[in-house]
């Protein structure tokens, strides 16, 4: 790569700063929740201004709505094109531009829906999830300009934290629009805001819902406990089965796999303690590497339960508990079979004789990347040159279920997955935000990951 050639595109980075921050502040304004309602009007509109900001920087991009399955309304797509020569390759770009909900703004220390900037990061709910991936895609477009030797085409999915219903039978009917030489999902991130990764796994991710019943109504807790467990009792010793006494998931036929590409780097525990927020005090559970009981071991997460609030509780057993489990697969297990196994373990298990029924609600694919191309070393090289350090590769514990369907899809296509996050962006949760620093360097590595192709 040229010094030369660098310095520019540096600049032209330098140039399009403003306007990509005013993009991202404006997105996260919008608010585009999914969970309110994919086909709801908020989510048109953050699509249509998704499209015109790619539109000023000339790319041909229109909002399309998608068709469920079971053919009612889906999603609100953007997608769109710049097609600079029929001789050059062609990149398909890929971001979401749903966010996750808000439950509790209270907790925030900041508006989640007012971009704020503090020292390097700027706050918001989507400035990393994935607002930053739509930063990197529109920042590199516009920087490299006239200059762009591959053809561009954008997918921007408005319901990706819903788990993409509409997203294959969207793609299938597109086949040939989005047939393309390389993918780059800009939607997972880097080892740190300084030290650039590509993912090279996923988890899957299952989810299913437990229902436990001991009584057919509630009973006096004197005149029956004892003999009788309540049904939240129940279901915790149902849920705890799930694990060894040092908590790792026991799972028969919930499978374990080897770190893919080989562990570069474990992750740093104080950095991990810090950034997940966990409590002093704090064991961790399971055993291995911590990278890998992230990114290759399975974990299973209850992420609702119902049960009488403790505010106006009495003395009753109670008769049922529900509760829906999240279950992360290792990258190159069938998720379907996880869950099989899951529920299969969960019925087989119930505690002294309760009544255990599961619903099987979901099962999205993990993924392994294939080191072996040659657009990986491309992108390598263009990571260290922008930020100045070699990539540290590494896998992710959470989960783009699409990837694996769209390979099927695109045999031939190379799918690479970057994106804008780094440890401390609080996807999901509270206070999420950017590196500045972070999002610019993504930038220029996506701008002359480009340019490398087009070479080529
Ligand atoms: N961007 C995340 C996936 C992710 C998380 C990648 C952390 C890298 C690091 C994505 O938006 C997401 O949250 N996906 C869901 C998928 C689910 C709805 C099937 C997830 O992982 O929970
Ligand atoms: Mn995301």
């Known amino acids: 790569m040229q010094l030369e050639n660098v310095e520019q595109l540096k600049a032209r980075v330098d140039e399009e700063w403003q306007a990509v921050l005013d993009m991202l502040s404006e997105k996260i304004a919008i608010g585009s929740v999914s969970a309110k309602g994919i086909t709801a009007e908020h989510m048109r509109r953050s699509a249509e201004f998704v499209a015109s900001m790619m539109r000023e920087v000339g790319v041909d991009a229109h909002v399309e709505q998608s068709t469920n399955p079971d053919g009612t309304p889906g999603a609100f797509e953007v997608i769109g094109e710049k097609h600079v020569s029929d001789d050059a390759p062609t990149v398909l770009l890929y971001a979401h531009h749903d966010v996750q909900p808000v439950p509790d703004p209270s907790v925030w220390d900041t508006d989640p829906w007012k971009a704020t900037v503090k020292g390097d990061r700027l706050y918001g709910r989507g400035s990393s999830d994935d607002g930053g991936g739509l930063a990197i895609h529109r920042g590199a477009i516009g920087a490299l300009a006239d200059e762009l030797g591959v053809n561009i085409k954008v997918f921007f999915e408005g319901e990706e934290e819903m788990g993409s219903e509409s997203f294959i039978p969207f793609i299938t009917a597109h086949k040939d629009d989005f047939a393309a030489d390389v993918i780059i999902v800009a939607d997972s991130g880097n080892y740190s805001a300084e030290i650039p990764s590509l993912t090279t796994s996923l988890r899957g991710e299952a989810e299913c819902d437990v229902t436990v019943r001991v009584l057919n109504h509630?009973?006096?807790?004197?005149?029956?406990?004892?003999?009788?467990?309540?049904?939240?009792?129940?279901?915790?010793?149902?849920?705890?089965?799930m694990y060894d006494e040092k908590g790792n998931v026991v799972v028969p036929g919930v499978k374990s796999q080897e770190v893919v590409g080989g562990l570069q780097r474990d992750l740093d525990e104080k950095?991990?303690?810090?950034?997940?927020?966990?409590?002093?005090?704090?064991?961790?559970?399971?055993?291995?590497?911590?990278?890998?009981?992230?990114?290759?071991?399975?974990?299973?997460?209850?992420?609702?339960?119902?049960?009488?609030?403790?505010?106006?509780?009495?003395?009753?057993?109670?008769?049922?508990?529900?509760?829906?489990?999240?279950?992360?697969?290792?990258?190159?297990?069938?998720p379907q079979k996880a869950l099989d196994a899951l529920t299969d373990f969960l019925v087989s298990h119930a505690p002294f004789g309760a009544q255990v029924s599961v619903k099987q609600v979901a099962a999205g694919s993990g993924w392994a990347m294939d080191m072996s191309t040659d657009v990986v070393q491309d992108a390598e090289e263009a990571m260290r040159v922008a930020f100045g350090t070699d990539p540290i590769n590494k896998g992710e514990g959470g989960s783009i279920p699409f990837i694996p369907e769209l390979q099927k899809l695109y045999p031939q296509t190379k799918v690479l997955v970057t994106g804008p996050e780094d440890p401390m962006s609080n996807a999901h949760s509270p206070n999420e935000s950017i590196s500045l620093s972070g999002l610019k360097k993504n930038i220029l590595t996506e701008a002359l990951f480009l340019q490398a192709l087009a070479r080529n």
């Open 218 to 241: 509630p009973v006096h807790s004197g005149q029956y406990g004892g003999p009788i467990l309540d049904a939240n009792t129940t279901a915790a010793l149902l849920i705890s089965s």
């Open 271 to 334: 950095t991990f303690r810090h950034d997940s927020s966990v409590v002093d005090s704090y064991t961790f559970a399971g055993e291995g590497s911590l990278a890998s009981r992230l990114w290759v071991k399975p974990s299973i997460s209850v992420i609702g339960f119902d049960a009488h609030p403790v505010e106006g509780s009495f003395n009753v057993i109670a008769e049922t508990a529900r509760f829906r489990l999240s279950m992360r697969v290792a990258p190159s297990q069938n």
